[in-house]
C-alpha cells in the first residue's frame, strides 16, 4: 500500500445516483404532463441499456458487477428516454438505446474513453433516421383531441395497433419549438403564433423548471460546477435577446428559448456529463457557450427543430483541442 | 492583521489529532540497543568516524559531515558501539543503509557541552549548527546551515516558522510548541540573525489553540493562524498563504526573499548554539492503533517497535506508517529506527485503514484539478504516465507535482494517481541517469581517442625533431 492512505471521494456510483435522483422532478412532471407512457419508455430504454452494458462489459472482459453498478448506463437511459417522445414505438426506444450503449460507448473504449455523449449519438441516430417518429409528440393532455388509456398506450408502443376511430393526428401534436418554426416559415408573426393552442398550456415551463430544480441540487451537491450551465444559458440567452430586441416579430423571446426544447436538460445534464467534456473551467464556458450558439444557430436556420443534440456532438469533437489550449498556469508560473 | 493569501484545493481529511495529545511529552526508557543511521539528511552521507568495541559519549560526533551538503551524526547517549554495518532504514527506497550499533550504558555521560556566544559571526555559527546534525525536522532533513546562509546576493524579508502541521494525525509539532515555545523562539532569534531577516512570522493551523497561546506569550515573532486544510503545512503552501509569494517548482524561495523552517528545527538550533547540544532527539508521535497514542522525546535510533511498546500494541496491527496518512511511507517493520526525518508513525490496522477500492476508469470530473495546490491537471498526468508518454507529461508540468495525495484523495474512481506520478518521474529520472551515463562514455570515448591521436601526434613530432637534430649534427 501507499500514500495516501485515505480517501474521502464519493464513489462514481454516489454521482451517478445523485445525478438519477436529480432527474426525478423532470420525470414526474414529464408524467403529469404526457401520462404513464413516459414511464414505460424510462422502464424500456433502462433495460435495454443494463442489458446491453453487461453484455457488452463480458464481451470486452471487464468485469461485469463494479461496472454495472456505476449507473452510467442507466443515466444514459433516462437521458436519452426523456428526449425520446412519449409514446415512441419500442423498436425506436430499443434502437437508439442499443446505439448509446453499444457504438458510443464501448466501442469508443467504455466509461471514460467515449469522445461523444452517448445519450445524444442515440438521439441523433434516431432524428436522423426516423424523423417522423422522432418528432411526434403526444399532445399535452390539456389540448389532446383525444385521449387514450394506459392499456391502448402499450398497444400502440409495443402492437403500433390504435383504437379503431382514433387518429395518430389527434393524439399528437408538433413540440413548441417545432410550431416556431413551421409557422415562421409560413410567415406568422410572432403575435399569431404564440396565440396558438401549443403556446397556451405550461407544459414546456414546467418542464423546464423541473430540470432546473434538479440542476441546482446538483450545483449545490457540488457534483456540476457553475461553468457549463451558466455559460449554456447565458449565451442563449444572450443571443436570443438581443435578436428578440431588434426583431421581436421574428424572433422569439430569450425566455421562450430557456423553457423550450432541450435547454434545460442540456444544460444541467447534457453538456455536464465529465467524459465528453472538457476539464480546465475556461474550457467549460468555451465548451458550453459553443454549444449555446450552435444550439441557437439550429433552432433558428436547422433542419431539425431543436439543437441541443448536434450542438453537442459538434463540440464534444472539438473537446481535446479546448483542453489544450485552456492549461491554467500551474502554481508559482503565473505570467 | 496580516492578510492572508489562499493557495487553490487542498482537502480536509479527518483530524484524528485528539488522541495523542492527552498526554504531555513522554520520555521513554532506554531502549537496550540504538540503531543510528550514517546518513539521516539530504545530501552526502556523514563518514563513521567510531569502530566496534568503542566508547562513546553522549553527544560525541560519531559520523563526520563528507562533503558540502551533508550533516554530522551524534552518539545520542553514553555507551559501547557493538558494529557497524548494513540495516534496515525507514526510507522510501526500502534499502539497507550503514548503521552503527550503540549500547546504551545507562550512565548518560555527556560531552562537554559549551555554549555558544549568540552573537558570534554567522559563518562560524553556520559551521557550528552542521557539527551540531541541525537538519529540517519538518520531514525534509535538509541541512540547515545550507539554508541559513543566504549568499550574499539575496536579502530574506521573512523568516517563516512552520507549526501549521496539517497532516492529520501527527501533533508533534503542536506539544513542542505547548510545551517548549521559549526554545522556539530563541532558536528564531538566532535564525533571524544568520538571516538577516527583518521578520519572524510563525503560521500554526487554527485547530491548534493551545500552542498558538503558548507561541503567542513566548514573544518575538508575529504568530498567525492559518486555516486548517491539508496541505495547508508544505512550505509554498503556507509562503503563499502568508506572504502572497508563489514559489515556483525548482527554484529556492530565499531567491524570492522568504525562508521557511519548521518550529522543531528553530529549538534544535536554540540547543545546539546556546546549550550546546547537538541534535540528539526528537519528538516523535505514536498512534493509530495503539492504546494510549501519545508523543515520545525519543533518541535518535531509538527501534520503533520499542516506542510502540510503550504506547500499548494493540491487537490487529497490520505494519506501520512513517509520517502521516496523506503522504507517509510504509515502514519495512516496526524494528527500523527513530531517524530526524521520523515525525510520527502510525500503526494500521484493517479497521483504521481499509483497503484501497479497485480503481475504476477516470471519468474526467476534474475533482482532482480543483483539490490540487500546485494547480496541476491530475487527469492529464495520470493520461499521460500510463501511457508512458513521460514527456508530454513534462509537459504538464509532473515535476511540480508535490506529491500530496490529494488528487488521489478525492478520486471518485479510486485511481492511485500519486502512484503513477512517482512511477513516471522515477522512469524519467531513470532514463536521465542513463543518458547521462551513456553521455559520459560517449565523452570518455571522444576523450580517449583524442589522447591517442595526441600522443601519436607528439611522437610523430619528436621523431621529426630527433631526425632534424641529427641532421644538423
Ligand atoms: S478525480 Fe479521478 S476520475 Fe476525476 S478526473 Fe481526476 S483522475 Fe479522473
Ligand atoms: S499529488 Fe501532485 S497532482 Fe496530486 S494534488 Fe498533489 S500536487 Fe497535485
Same mark, same amino acid.
Given at each position: 500500500?501507499?500514500?495516501?492512505?485515505?480517501?474521502?471521494?464519493?464513489?462514481?456510483?454516489?454521482?451517478?445516483?445523485?445525478v438519477l435522483a436529480a432527474l426525478i422532478p423532470a420525470i414526474a412532471a414529464d408524467v403529469w404532463f404526457f401520462g404513464p407512457a413516459v414511464l414505460v419508455t424510462l422502464a424500456l430504454a433502462s433495460v435495454t441499456a443494463?442489458?446491453?452494458?453487461?453484455?457488452?462489459?463480458?464481451?470486452?472482459?471487464?468485469?461485469?458487477?463494479?461496472?454495472? !453498478?456505476? $449507473?452510467? %448506463?442507466? @443515466?444514459?437511459?433516462?437521458?436519452?428516454?426523456?428526449?425520446?417522445?412519449?409514446? &415512441? /414505438?419500442?423498436?425506436?426506444?430499443?434502437?437508439?438505446?442499443?446505439?448509446?450503449?453499444?457504438?458510443?460507448?464501448?466501442?469508443?473504449?467504455?466509461?471514460?474513453?467515449?469522445?461523444?455523449?452517448?445519450? !445524444?449519438? $442515440?438521439? %441523433?441516430? @434516431?432524428?436522423?433516421?426516423?424523423?417522423?417518429?422522432?418528432?411526434?409528440?403526444? &399532445? /399535452?393532455?390539456?389540448?389532446?383531441?383525444?385521449?387514450?388509456?394506459?392499456?391502448?398506450?402499450?398497444?400502440?408502443?409495443?402492437?403500433?395497433?390504435?383504437?379503431?376511430?382514433?387518429?395518430?393526428?389527434?393524439?399528437?401534436?408538433?413540440?413548441? @419549438?417545432?410550431?416556431?418554426?413551421?409557422?415562421?416559415h409560413l410567415d406568422k408573426s410572432m403575435d399569431a403564433i404564440m396565440s396558438l393552442p401549443i403556446y397556451g398550456t405550461i407544459g414546456g415551463k414546467w418542464m423546464a423548471a423541473a430540470y432546473l430544480a434538479g440542476g441546482?441540487?446538483?450545483?449545490?451537491?457540488?457534483?456540476?460546477?457553475?461553468?457549463?450551465?451558466?455559460?449554456?444559458?447565458?449565451?442563449?440567452?444572450?443571443?436570443?435577446?438581443?435578436?428578440?430586441?431588434?426583431?421581436?416579430?421574428?424572433?422569439?423571446?430569450?425566455?421562450?428559448?430557456?423553457?423550450?426544447?432541450?435547454?434545460?436538460?442540456?444544460?444541467?445534464?447534457?453538456?455536464?456529463?465529465?467524459?465528453?467534456?472538457?476539464?480546465?473551467?475556461?474550457?467549460?464556458?468555451?465548451?458550453?457557450?459553443?454549444?449555446?450558439?450552435?444550439?441557437?444557430?439550429?433552432?433558428?436556420?436547422?433542419?431539425?427543430?431543436?439543437?441541443?443534440?448536434?450542438?453537442?456532438?459538434?463540440?464534444?469533437?472539438?473537446?481535446?483541442?479546448?483542453?489544450?489550449?485552456?492549461?491554467?498556469?500551474?502554481?508559482?508560473?503565473?505570467? | 492583521?496580516?492578510?492572508?493569501?489562499?493557495?487553490?484545493?487542498?482537502?480536509?481529511?479527518?483530524?484524528?489529532?485528539?488522541?495523542?495529545?492527552?498526554?504531555?511529552?513522554?520520555?521513554?526508557?532506554?531502549?537496550?540497543?540504538?540503531?543510528?543511521?550514517?546518513?539521516?539528511?539530504?545530501?552526502?552521507?556523514?563518514?563513521?568516524?567510531?569502530?566496534?568495541?568503542?566508547?562513546?559519549?553522549?553527544?560525541?560526533?560519531?559520523?563526520?559531515?563528507?562533503?558540502?551538503?551533508?550533516?554530522?551524526?551524534?552518539?545520542?547517549?553514553?555507551?559501547?558501539?557493538?558494529?557497524?554495518?548494513?540495516?534496515?532504514?525507514?526510507?522510501?527506497?526500502?534499502?539497507?543503509?550503514?548503521?552503527?550499533?550503540?549500547?546504551?550504558?545507562?550512565?548518560?555521560?555527556?560531552?562537554?557541552?559549551?555554549?555558544?556566544?549568540?552573537?558570534?559571526?554567522?559563518?562560524?555559527?553556520?559551521?557550528?549548527?552542521?557539527?551540531?546534525?541541525?537538519?529540517?525536522?519538518?520531514?525534509?532533513?535538509?541541512?540547515?546551515?545550507?539554508?541559513?546562509?543566504?549568499?550574499?546576493?539575496?536579502?530574506?524579508?521573512?523568516?517563516?516558522?512552520?507549526?501549521?502541521?496539517?497532516?492529520?494525525?501527527?501533533?508533534?509539532?503542536?506539544?513542542?510548541?505547548?510545551?517548549?515555545?521559549?526554545?522556539?523562539?530563541?532558536?528564531?532569534?538566532?535564525?533571524?540573525?544568520?538571516?538577516?531577516?527583518?521578520?519572524?512570522?510563525?503560521?500554526?493551523?487554527?485547530?491548534?489553540?493551545?500552542?498558538?497561546?503558548?507561541?503567542?506569550?513566548?514573544?518575538?515573532?508575529?504568530?498567525?493562524?492559518?486555516?486548517?486544510?491539508?496541505?495547508?503545512?508544505?512550505?509554498?503552501?503556507?509562503?503563499?498563504?502568508?506572504?502572497?509569494?508563489?514559489?515556483?517548482?525548482?527554484?529556492?524561495?530565499?531567491?524570492?526573499?522568504?525562508?521557511?523552517?519548521?518550529?522543531?528545527?528553530?529549538?534544535?538550533?536554540?540547543?545546539?548554539?546556546?546549550?550546546?547540544?547537538?541534535?540528539?532527539?526528537?519528538?516523535?508521535?505514536?498512534t493509530g492503533n495503539v492504546a494510549q497514542p501519545g508523543n515520545y522525546e525519543a533518541l535518535i535510533g531509538t527501534p520503533v517497535d520499542h516506542l510502540i511498546r510503550q504506547a500499548g500494541a494493540l491487537p490487529g496491527s497490520?505494519?506501520?506508517?512513517?509520517?502521516?496518512?496523506?503522504?507517509?511511507?510504509?515502514?519495512?517493520?516496526?524494528?527500523?529506527?527513530?531517524?530526524?526525518?521520523?515525525?510520527?508513525?502510525?500503526?494500521?490496522?484493517?479497521?483504521?485503514?481499509?483497503?484501497?477500492?479497485?480503481?475504476?476508469?477516470?471519468?474526467?470530473?476534474?475533482?482532482?484539478?480543483?483539490?490540487?495546490?500546485?494547480?496541476?491537471?491530475?487527469?492529464?498526468?495520470?493520461?499521460?504516465?500510463?501511457?508512458?508518454?513521460?514527456?508530454?507529461?513534462?509537459?504538464?508540468?509532473?515535476?511540480?507535482?508535490?506529491?500530496?495525495?490529494?488528487?488521489?484523495?478525492?478520486?471518485?474512481?479510486?485511481?492511485?494517481?500519486?502512484?503513477?506520478?512517482?512511477?513516471?518521474?522515477?522512469?524519467?529520472?531513470?532514463?536521465?541517469?542513463?543518458?547521462?551515463?551513456?553521455?559520459?562514455?560517449?565523452?570518455?570515448?571522444?576523450?580517449?581517442?583524442?589522447?591517442?591521436?595526441?600522443?601519436?601526434?607528439?611522437?610523430?613530432?619528436?621523431?621529426?625533431?630527433?631526425?632534424?637534430?641529427?641532421?644538423?649534427?
Amino acid at each position: 500500500m501507499n500514500s495516501p492512505y485515505i480517501t474521502r471521494s464519493p464513489s462514481v456510483t454516489e454521482i451517478m445516483v445523485k445525478v438519477l435522483a436529480a432527474l426525478i422532478p423532470a420525470i414526474a412532471a414529464d408524467v403529469w404532463f404526457f401520462g404513464p407512457a413516459v414511464l414505460v419508455t424510462l422502464a424500456l430504454a433502462s433495460v435495454t441499456a443494463l442489458v446491453l452494458e453487461a453484455f457488452m462489459l463480458r464481451l470486452r472482459g471487464r468485469p461485469v458487477k463494479p461496472f454495472l !453498478m456505476d $449507473g452510467s %448506463a442507466l @443515466l444514459t437511459a433516462w437521458l436519452l428516454g426523456l428526449s425520446i417522445p412519449p409514446m &415512441a /414505438p419500442w423498436w425506436l426506444i430499443v434502437t437508439g438505446t442499443a446505439f448509446a450503449i453499444v457504438i458510443a460507448k464501448h466501442l469508443y473504449g467504455g466509461l471514460g474513453s467515449n469522445p461523444f455523449n452517448p445519450a !445524444m449519438v $442515440g438521439y %441523433a441516430v @434516431l432524428i436522423i433516421s426516423f424523423p417522423v417518429q422522432m418528432t411526434q409528440w403526444l &399532445a /399535452p393532455a390539456s389540448i389532446a383531441q383525444s385521449h387514450l388509456d394506459f392499456s391502448s398506450i402499450l398497444d400502440y408502443m409495443f402492437f403500433h395497433a390504435l383504437p379503431a376511430n382514433t387518429g395518430l393526428d389527434a393524439l399528437t401534436s408538433a413540440t413548441p @419549438l417545432d410550431t416556431l418554426k413551421t409557422q415562421l416559415h409560413l410567415d406568422k408573426s410572432m403575435d399569431a403564433i404564440m396565440s396558438l393552442p401549443i403556446y397556451g398550456t405550461i407544459g414546456g415551463k414546467w418542464m423546464a423548471a423541473a430540470y432546473l430544480a434538479g440542476g441546482l441540487y446538483l450545483l449545490q451537491q457540488k457534483i456540476v460546477s457553475w461553468h457549463v450551465p451558466v455559460s449554456f444559458i447565458g449565451t442563449i440567452a444572450i443571443l436570443s435577446g438581443a435578436l428578440h430586441l431588434v426583431d421581436p416579430a421574428h424572433y422569439a423571446s430569450p425566455l421562450f428559448q430557456l423553457a423550450s426544447g432541450a435547454t434545460m436538460i442540456g444544460a444541467f445534464f447534457i453538456l455536464t456529463d465529465p467524459v465528453t467534456g472538457p476539464t480546465t473551467p475556461k474550457g467549460k464556458l468555451l465548451f458550453a457557450s459553443g454549444a449555446g450558439f450552435l444550439t441557437y444557430v439550429i433552432r433558428l436556420h436547422g433542419g431539425y427543430p431543436d439543437g441541443v443534440a448536434f450542438a453537442v456532438l459538434l463540440m464534444n469533437i472539438c473537446v481535446p483541442l479546448i483542453d489544450a489550449y485552456t492549461q491554467p498556469p500551474v502554481f508559482g508560473k503565473k505570467k | 492583521m496580516r492578510q492572508l493569501y489562499h493557495f487553490n484545493g487542498g482537502v480536509h481529511p479527518p483530524q484524528h489529532k485528539d488522541q495523542s495529545t492527552i498526554d504531555p511529552i513522554r520520555i521513554p526508557p532506554l531502549p537496550e540497543k540504538l540503531i543510528i543511521p550514517l546518513h539521516q539528511h539530504i545530501g552526502s552521507s556523514a563518514k563513521a568516524l567510531v569502530q566496534p568495541g568503542e566508547r562513546v559519549l553522549k553527544g560525541q560526533m560519531i559520523g563526520q559531515p563528507e562533503g558540502h551538503v551533508s550533516s554530522a551524526i551524534h552518539a545520542p547517549t553514553s555507551g559501547k558501539i557493538l558494529s557497524v554495518g548494513m540495516e534496515p532504514v525507514p526510507h522510501p527506497s526500502g534499502l539497507d543503509a550503514l548503521c552503527v550499533i550503540l549500547e546504551p550504558d545507562g550512565l548518560e555521560e555527556w560531552i562537554e557541552r559549551v555554549p555558544l556566544d549568540p552573537e558570534m559571526d554567522p559563518g562560524t555559527m553556520r559551521t557550528k549548527l552542521k557539527d551540531a546534525g541541525v537538519v529540517g525536522l519538518g520531514g525534509a532533513v535538509f541541512p540547515s546551515f545550507i539554508k541559513l546562509n543566504p549568499g550574499s546576493k539575496n536579502k530574506v524579508r521573512t523568516l517563516i516558522l512552520n507549526g501549521a502541521e496539517c497532516e492529520p494525525y501527527i501533533t508533534c509539532d503542536d506539544l513542542l510548541m505547548r510545551e517548549r515555545a521559549f526554545e522556539i523562539a530563541e532558536g528564531a532569534k538566532l535564525m533571524q540573525r544568520l538571516l538577516g531577516a527583518e521578520e519572524v512570522v510563525l503560521g500554526i493551523e487554527d485547530n491548534k489553540p493551545l500552542a498558538i497561546e503558548a507561541m503567542k506569550s513566548a514573544g518575538g515573532m508575529e504568530v498567525v493562524a492559518v486555516p486548517t486544510v491539508y496541505p495547508g503545512g508544505g512550505a509554498k503552501q503556507l509562503i503563499k498563504v502568508l506572504t502572497g509569494v508563489e514559489v515556483p517548482a525548482g527554484e529556492r524561495s530565499t531567491d524570492l526573499g522568504v525562508q521557511c523552517f519548521n518550529v522543531a528545527t528553530a529549538a534544535s538550533v536554540y540547543r545546539a548554539i546556546r546549550l550546546g547540544e547537538p541534535v540528539l532527539s526528537r519528538i516523535v508521535t505514536i498512534t493509530g492503533n495503539v492504546a494510549q497514542p501519545g508523543n515520545y522525546e525519543a533518541l535518535i535510533g531509538t527501534p520503533v517497535d520499542h516506542l510502540i511498546r510503550q504506547a500499548g500494541a494493540l491487537p490487529g496491527s497490520s505494519g506501520a506508517i512513517m509520517g502521516g496518512p496523506m503522504m507517509g511511507i510504509d515502514l519495512p517493520s516496526t524494528h527500523v529506527p527513530v531517524v530526524k526525518a521520523m515525525n510520527c508513525v502510525i500503526v494500521k490496522s484493517e479497521a483504521l485503514f481499509p483497503k484501497a477500492l479497485d480503481p475504476m476508469p477516470c471519468i474526467r470530473c476534474a475533482r482532482c484539478a480543483e483539490s490540487c495546490p500546485a494547480e496541476l491537471q491530475p487527469q492529464e498526468l495520470y493520461w499521460f504516465a500510463k501511457a508512458k508518454n513521460f514527456g508530454k507529461a513534462q509537459e504538464y508540468a509532473l515535476f511540480d507535482c508535490i506529491e500530496c495525495g490529494c488528487c488521489s484523495y478525492v478520486c471518485p474512481s479510486h485511481i492511485p494517481l500519486v502512484q503513477y506520478y512517482r512511477y513516471a518521474k522515477s522512469e524519467i529520472w531513470a532514463q536521465e541517469r542513463e543518458k547521462k551515463a551513456s553521455d559520459l562514455a560517449r565523452l570518455r570515448h571522444e576523450f580517449r581517442v583524442e589522447r591517442m591521436e595526441r600522443d601519436k601526434r607528439e611522437k610523430a613530432e619528436r621523431l621529426a625533431q630527433k631526425s632534424a637534430q641529427a641532421k644538423e649534427l
